[in-house]
């Protein structure tokens, strides 16, 4: 009964924390079927999301800390997008009056609700690092992982290198997260790949709902590639690691586990093994 209890109360602080990326796969859905008038879907979608920016950090939901890391990964998926719709890899085929060089300006919001979501639920789950890598580690594995994103096309694709790489680097990592009172530990790997995993199912719901349309989906949709996780898994764990390192920064010391472990002796710890 209690392990039903901990999961319920689990998903619903998960939840809350999707909230922005709801609105934004609820507003897809809503423009997909219902022509508003005046503007163009995708200028809609960008009205939405702004709007929905403005009234979380208004309601509290989202700090001013946070905002300024979710414009930040607004910032590295919109540039993300250009050079990826100029090189083909997927495109927007419907007009809008904010579009750049064939990108809607809302796309950079899909990114920037994937840090939301990290935000959130870093500070709905209490989220803390147990033996993070250090700083001269993690910052050159993260620029490595985005820049392969665009060397690709010119170079050798080397994600597969950087996964083994990741594993290497994190393998001793993990995160502790609270659940009514009681902390629970994750394998920092496992956590990137179950992040991944899930936002490659919201891609598939995404392209349905014809928020961009790679190639093969020009006639009719069609289930996106399952090696496409791999791309999403590289991306959340760019997202993580720099969400991490500001948490880091902002606090100014180094996560230590022995320490926490005193602080926290009054709490029951139970290991998460997925």
């Given at each position: 009964?209690?392990?039903?209890k901990?999961?319920?109360?689990?998903?619903?602080?998960?939840a809350?924390?999707?909230?922005?990326?709801?609105?934004?796969?609820?507003?897809?859905?809503?423009?997909?079927?219902?022509?508003?008038?005046?503007?163009?879907?995708?200028?809609?979608?960008?009205?939405?999301?702004?709007?929905?920016?403005?009234?979380?950090?208004?309601?509290?939901?989202?700090?001013?800390?946070e905002?300024?890391?979710?414009?930040?990964?607004?910032?590295?998926?919109?540039?993300?997008?250009?050079?990826?719709?100029?090189?083909?890899?997927?495109?927007?085929?419907?007009?809008?009056?904010?579009?750049?060089?064939?990108?809607?300006?809302?796309?950079g919001?899909?990114?920037?609700?994937?840090?939301?979501?990290?935000?959130?639920?870093?500070?709905?789950?209490?989220?803390?690092?147990?033996?993070?890598?250090?700083?001269?580690?993690?910052?050159?594995?993260?620029?490595?992982?985005?820049?392969?994103?665009?060397?690709?096309?010119?170079?050798?694709?080397?994600?597969?290198?950087?996964?083994?790489?990741?594993?290497?680097?994190?393998?001793?990592?993990?995160?502790?997260?609270?659940?009514?009172?009681?902390?629970?530990?994750?394998?920092?790997?496992f956590?990137?790949?179950l992040?991944?995993?899930?936002?490659?199912?919201?891609?598939?719901?995404?392209?349905?709902?014809?928020?961009?349309?790679?190639?093969?989906?020009?006639?009719?949709?069609?289930?996106?590639?399952?090696?496409?996780?791999?791309?999403?898994?590289?991306l959340?764990?760019?997202?993580?690691?720099?969400?991490?390192?500001?948490?880091?920064?902002?606090?100014?010391?180094?996560?230590?586990?022995?320490?926490?472990?005193?602080?926290?002796?009054?709490?029951?710890?139970?290991?998460?093994?997925?």
């Open positions: 009964m209690r392990a039903l901990q999961l319920t109360h689990f998903g619903w602080e998960q809350l924390s999707c909230l922005f990326p709801v609105v934004i796969f609820a507003s897809l859905a809503l423009t997909q079927f219902v022509q508003l008038p005046f503007l163009y879907r995708y200028d809609w979608l960008l009205l939405i999301c702004l709007f929905m920016q403005w009234w979380m950090v208004r309601s509290g939901l989202e700090t001013r800390d905002l300024k890391v979710i414009t930040l990964f607004h910032i590295i998926g919109l540039a993300l997008e250009l050079f990826k719709v100029h090189m083909g890899s997927w495109s927007y085929p419907e007009e809008g009056f904010f579009k750049i060089l064939g990108v809607p300006l809302y796309s919001f899909m990114y920037a609700s994937v840090a939301s979501y990290l935000c959130q639920a870093w500070r709905r789950l209490n989220v803390n690092l147990v033996k993070w890598p250090p700083f001269l580690a993690v910052v050159p594995l993260a620029s490595a992982i985005y820049l392969n994103f665009f060397t690709h096309h010119f170079w050798v694709d080397i994600r597969w290198w950087l996964s083994a790489l990741v594993i290497i680097v994190f393998w001793k990592s993990s995160v502790t997260y609270e659940v009514n009172g009681s902390l629970y530990r994750m394998p920092l790997v956590s990137f790949i992040i991944g995993f899930f936002i490659w199912i919201a891609e598939n719901i995404a392209t349905f709902f014809g928020a961009w349309q790679y190639p093969n989906q020009t006639e009719a949709w069609s289930l996106v590639h399952l090696g496409k996780v791999s791309s999403w898994l590289l959340v764990i760019v997202s993580f690691l720099i969400v991490a390192t500001l948490k880091q920064v902002k606090r100014n010391q180094p996560f230590d586990s022995k320490t926490y472990d005193k602080q926290t002796s009054t709490v029951k710890i139970t290991e998460q093994k997925l």
